[in-house]
């Protein structure tokens, strides 16, 4: 056996397969001995794990000894074979491909030398490069110019330095697809929020406004801003439920609107179940 295939079983699939796919592809082909097409792939894909030398890892499952795996990852056939990036399958296939095939599967989820140095620089801002990252994230746009996952790293790097005239060039420069997604939702989110941190009052003052009047709604969103800004999440979206409490419709109903960016910015985060329901309770 290879340096760059391994037999892998229930035990250590979640090492090899799950974490090992977080640091480069790992290609698992399910197969069983009495497999006809199973001994007709294998040694192709064991054959290009070594030609390939490192840019993916195979794992090999035997779907007999390890029924828990194949059914968990929906192995309905065999040889059937899952591409796993960053933890998740991000492409697969069944049967018996001929080598040509394969290496177009294997080119598809092998990274790019583009995506080599995006990954490395995910490194290096991990590590709290960011000056080091954001070079090595401006080599991989030149070398793939239309790949906009660089652009992203770029644009966050650009936030956590409160360089936001950068980050909103880069953020608008994406295609309208890549601006509806998730990521790039929740950047644009935070890089409002950072211009209304730098735009507006200090939080003593604005609190003073708020104490004179309480229903100053234009003191209680720029505090809201300010908070949220300053990943005081909570703090802030309380601001915006009371809000919506005492004029849901004031100013275009901007404290809804602004409840919906903070959800984009925070994704998964327990906080965003919890203030949907209070924001859902404020608006009944």
């Given amino acids: 056996m290879g340096r760059y295939a391994l037999d892998v079983g229930r035990d250590d699939f979640e090492r090899v397969v799950i974490e090992g796919s977080k640091k480069q592809p790992v290609v698992v082909d399910f197969w069983a001995e009495w497999c006809g097409p199973c001994r007709v792939l294998k040694p192709i894909l064991e054959r290009l794990a070594e030609e390939y030398q490192g840019k993916f890892i195979l794992a090999k499952v035997n779907a007999d000894h390890n029924p828990e795996l194949a059914a968990r990852y929906g192995v309905r056939g065999i040889p059937s ?84 005239d950068e980050a909103a060039r ?9 601006r ?70 004031w100013n275009d109903e901007a404290a809804r609107k602004t409840m919906l960016s903070v959800f984009n910015l925070l994704g998964a985060s327990p906080l965003v179940s919890e203030y949907r329901r209070r924001l859902a309770s404020a608006l009944n």
């Fill in 81 to 164: 074979v899952k591409a796993f990036v960053d933890g998740r399958i991000v492409d697969e296939f069944s049967g018996a491909l001929p080598e040509s095939a394969v290496r177009e599967f294997l080119e598809r989820v092998i990274p790019s030398p583009a995506e080599e140095l995006r990954l490395k620089a995910a490194a290096l801002k991990a590590q709290g490069q960011a000056a080091q990252a954001l070079q090595l994230l401006a080599e991989a746009s030149k070398l793939d110019h239309k790949n906009e996952a660089v652009r992203l790293d770029a644009a966050e790097i650009m936030l956590d330095l409160e360089q936001n």
């Fill in 180 to 249: 509806t997604e998730a990521r790039a939702q929740q950047l644009i989110a935070r890089l409002n929020f950072a211009r209304s941190k730098a735009s507006g009052a200090d939080e003593a003052s604005l609190r003073a406004r708020i104490a004179a009047d309480a229903g100053d709604m234009e003191a209680r969103l720029a505090l809201a801003n300010l908070l949220i800004a300053s990943g005081r999440y909570a703090e802030g979206m309380d601001e915006l439920i009371e809000m919506v409490r005492r004029d849901k419709t």
């Fill in 170 to 178: 880069l953020l608008e420069s994406l295609s309208a697809q890549t």
